[in-house]
């Protein structure tokens, strides 16, 4: 059993920053890719970063150049620090973990005012 936990939560006004981060646990022989995905209401899931254990790095076009994926392989922890955050970045942001099988976060919420 693979739990993934996150953390960061937030509130922010536009052009504001913030870092989500994800931790996994539990019985975990290898973990590969990592990576955040987001839904905003009525929307579907969609891709945002995702980063391999290789330290390679995909990003979906909106957050290019203002959002940065890392990993700790020591504590099976990934990070997403978002950066000059838009009004149409408020979504439900999931973590995925790939561990020899599909593991997701509980989601949580980031709210971008303008």
């Known amino acids: 059993q693979v739990h993934v936990v996150e953390s960061g939560v937030g509130l922010v006004q536009a052009g504001g920053s913030l870092r989500l981060s994800c931790a996994a646990s539990g019985s975990i022989f290898r973990v590969d890719a990592m990576g955040w995905y987001r839904q905003a209401p009525g929307k579907q899931r969609e891709l945002v970063a995702i980063?391999?254990?290789?330290?390679?790095?995909t990003y979906a076009d909106p957050v290019e150049g203002r959002f940065s994926i890392s990993r700790d392989n020591t504590k099976d922890t990934v990070y997403l620090q978002m950066n000059s955050l838009k009004p149409e970045d408020t979504a439900v942001y999931y973590c995925?973990?790939?561990?020899?099988?599909?593991?997701w976060g509980q989601g949580t919420q980031v709210t971008v005012s303008s």
């Open positions: 980063i391999a254990n290789s330290d390679s790095t």
């Open positions: 995925y973990i790939n561990a020899r099988g599909h593991y």
